[in-house]
């Protein structure tokens, strides 16, 4: 059926953009030409499905770190490009063509209950004359555009530090440090805020009741807010899971019943004892990475994790 629709704010925009990937058939890639590339890409790009996307690395806009977790995803197949000057916000699938004004970011696409920008765009499904137009231009476009090597990452981190200076620099170093004296060593380099015990944790001693150091009383509020319901049992595990995961993430140890976590990777091993699955903690990190639903400090930390470690903290068995 031909179809030309309106879509009047990032979510409708975010909402189609889902539905182009999920129905783009499987070997299939998904044209995608946006010029600004920001956290949330790795929550909405659908596994087993196959992408092309170019994306500008010069002006600073997009984090490299997201580009970096995107090249060693293994359970997507994505080549990335990038081409200079790129404007566009721009993506082709089998069933349609969107064009909107809305980079791939929190803001652009209003993810969780972010407000995100003012955006617009339209979708032009492929029975519409226009499609094919957008469909070639888009084919030139990805055919012009480079491959995205070391030093054009190199580059980018500095341009993104330079128009971000409040935001984590993305390190070097692709693998991210997991104990004390490391990250001590990289801490200039990364710049993560300091966080104290109190801005994660409740002030209570562990108990029979409570195996692990609980989370603060702002972050389960926050966790409250997130779920819609009451935290009661298990279900406050999952923000103690969380801040015991940031503070070993920041080469801290904390001790919790049956012993102390040193590492990160150990906080992972206890939840997934626990059968709790990987992508529920995760929901809740990448919750408090938006703005008003943790303090700035937590927010910049939980989003270094997601976009540097997130992947090697949780590589093991599962």
Not at 103 to 110: C, D, F, T, V
Not at 114 to 141: C, H, K, M, R
Not at 170 to 190: L, R, S
Not at 276 to 298: A, C, G, P, Y
Request: charged share 25%.
């Amino acid at each position: 059926m031909s179809e030309i629709k309106f879509l009047g704010s990032g979510l409708k925009i975010k909402k189609k953009l889902t539905e182009l990937i999920s129905t783009q058939p499987d070997g299939e890639a998904l044209l995608m030409l946006v010029a600004y590339w920001g956290i949330g890409i790795d929550d909405i790009l659908e596994p087993g499905k196959t992408y092309k996307a170019v994306c500008n690395l010069t002006d600073g806009g997009t984090n490299p770190a997201i580009i970096e977790v995107l090249q060693h995803r293994d359970d997507i197949d994505i080549e990335l490009r990038h081409q200079l000057r790129l404007h566009s916000k721009v993506v082709v699938g089998e069933s349609g063509a969107l064009v909107s004004s809305a980079n791939i970011s929190s803001n652009g696409l209003s993810l969780g209950e972010q407000s995100g920008n003012i955006e617009a765009g339209i979708f032009l499904s492929s029975a519409t004359d226009p499609y094919n137009d957008v469909l070639a231009w888009a084919e030139e476009v990805w055919r012009s555009a480079n491959e995205v090597d070391q030093e054009t990452l190199r580059k980018a981190k500095e341009a993104y530090a330079k128009r971000n200076p409040s935001q984590p620099i993305p390190p070097k170093d692709e693998k991210p440090t997991d104990n004390a004296e490391e990250y001590e060593g990289a801490e200039a380099e990364v710049r993560l805020p300091t966080l104290s015990e109190y801005d994660l944790f409740a002030p209570e001693k562990i108990n029979t009741n409570n195996i692990l150091r609980t989370a603060s009383t702002p972050l389960l509020n926050s966790y409250r807010k997130m779920t819609g319901r009451d935290v009661k049992g298990r279900d406050g595990w999952i923000a103690a899971y969380v801040v015991n995961l940031l503070w070993t993430h920041l080469g801290h140890s904390i001790s919790w019943k049956l012993g102390t976590f040193h590492r990160p990777e150990q906080v992972v091993n206890r939840w997934r004892d626990e059968k709790v699955k990987d992508d529920t903690v995760k929901r809740f990190l990448r919750w408090i990475t938006i703005e008003n639903n943790s303090n700035s400090r937590i927010s910049k930390v939980a989003s270094h994790l997601l976009m540097t470690a997130w992947q090697k903290y949780t590589s093991g068995d599962k």
